[in-house]
C-alpha cells in the first residue's frame, strides 16, 4: 500500500505557471505509475496525465499536452507536475493516484490508491 500527498495548489492568474507534487509514503513506491487527474466544480473526475514506475513512459490529455509536464524522482518518492500557461478552465482539484500495474497510462486506475487533493483556482 502506498499513501500519496498533494501540495502546491494555489489562487493564481491566467497564464501563470504551478508545480504541484505528489509525495508517497511507503517502500515499493518505484512499483506504481502514477497519473494526475483533476475534477472542476459540477464535472467528472478526468484524467490528466501519467507516468510510468521508470518514468519511461507518460501519457497526457490531448486538452493538456504542451502545457503540462510530469516527472518523478524514486529517490525522493516524489512526481511533480508542472503546469505553464494556466487557464481559468484548469480550476479544479487536482488529486494525484498510484497504479499498482506500474503502467501509469490513461485507464490504468481501477485498483488506484488516491490522495486527497489541492486546489488549483485560476483567474481570469
Known amino acids: 500500500q502506498v499513501q500519496l500527498a498533494e501540495s502546491g495548489g494555489g489562487l493564481v492568474q491566467a497564464g501563470d505557471s504551478l508545480r504541484l507534487s505528489c509525495a508517497a509514503a511507503?517502500?515499493?513506491?518505484?512499483?506504481?505509475?502514477i497519473g494526475w487527474f483533476r475534477q472542476a466544480p459540477g464535472k467528472e473526475r478526468e484524467f490528466v496525465t501519467g507516468?510510468?514506475?521508470?518514468?519511461?513512459?507518460?501519457d497526457y490529455a490531448e486538452s493538456v499536452k504542451g502545457r503540462f509536464t510530469v516527472s518523478r524522482d524514486n529517490a525522493k518518492n516524489t512526481v511533480t507536475l508542472q503546469i505553464n500557461s494556466l487557464k481559468p478552465e484548469d480550476t479544479a482539484v487536482y488529486y494525484c493516484?498510484?497504479?499498482?500495474?506500474?503502467?501509469?497510462?490513461?485507464?490504468?486506475?481501477?485498483?488506484?490508491?488516491w490522495g486527497r487533493g489541492t486546489q488549483v483556482t485560476v483567474s481570469s
Open positions: 493516484a498510484a497504479d499498482p500495474s506500474g503502467w501509469g497510462t490513461q485507464g490504468a486506475y481501477k485498483n488506484a490508491y
Open positions: 511507503g517502500r515499493t513506491f518505484n512499483n506504481y505509475g
Open positions: 507516468i510510468s514506475r521508470s518514468g519511461s513512459v507518460t
